[in-house]
């Protein structure tokens, strides 16, 4: 039997060349999970529905934003709006603006709203799924800058060799 045992040469990221940490950023990128979107995208959706006067206690967000035909953001609703009841439901296999099935109800009444408010809203309603989803790339971008990639590394005590290459 014979045993070989090879020796590495391990690097923290600051003691890379920047070539080398360029390379380890890129594999940090390449597995980032951006595991707090969820939560941030639920509070900002929350946020542009109460600026904006919709009042839902249960919304729920669905977004796929990979800078991909199709991708967006759009929320499901069941609330009110003015003096409508309010349903938005996803629908098809998209999570975009289109992706959905509106209900406007008069709350006096309980007939559905005429065309010119079910305009107004779904104007509206386009315009926060919108915003969510420019917000949404930003916090993207925000957690795929140089500094934030840096500090994960960093803090997570990631080790590579010369190369940028990351070592177990």
Excluded: P
Excluded at 13 to 33: I, T, V
């Amino acid at each position: 039997m014979e045993t070989i045992t090879k020796v590495y040469n391990v690097y923290t990221l600051d003691e890379l060349s920047d070539e080398a940490k360029d390379k380890a950023r890129d594999w940090y990128r390449m597995g980032n999970q951006f595991d707090f979107m969820g939560e941030e995208m639920q509070y900002l959706a929350d946020e542009l529905l109460k600026e904006n006067k919709i009042k839902c206690d249960d919304a729920s967000v669905y977004y796929s934003l990979a800078n991909c035909q199709g991708d967006g953001a759009m929320i499901e609703i069941n609330g009110t709006w003015k003096s409508y009841s309010v349903g938005v439901k996803q629908r098809g296999h998209y999570h975009h603006y289109n992706s959905k099935e509106i209900t406007l109800e008069s709350i006096k009444t309980g007939k559905d709203a005429d065309e010119k408010v079910y305009n107004e809203f779904n104007a509206l309603y386009v315009d926060i799924c919108q915003q969510l989803e420019r917000k949404g790339y930003d916090f993207i971008d925000a957690e795929n800058s140089d500094e934030c990639v840096d500090d994960n590394i960093s803090c997570n005590e990631y080790t590579f060799d010369i190369d940028g290459n990351r070592l177990d």
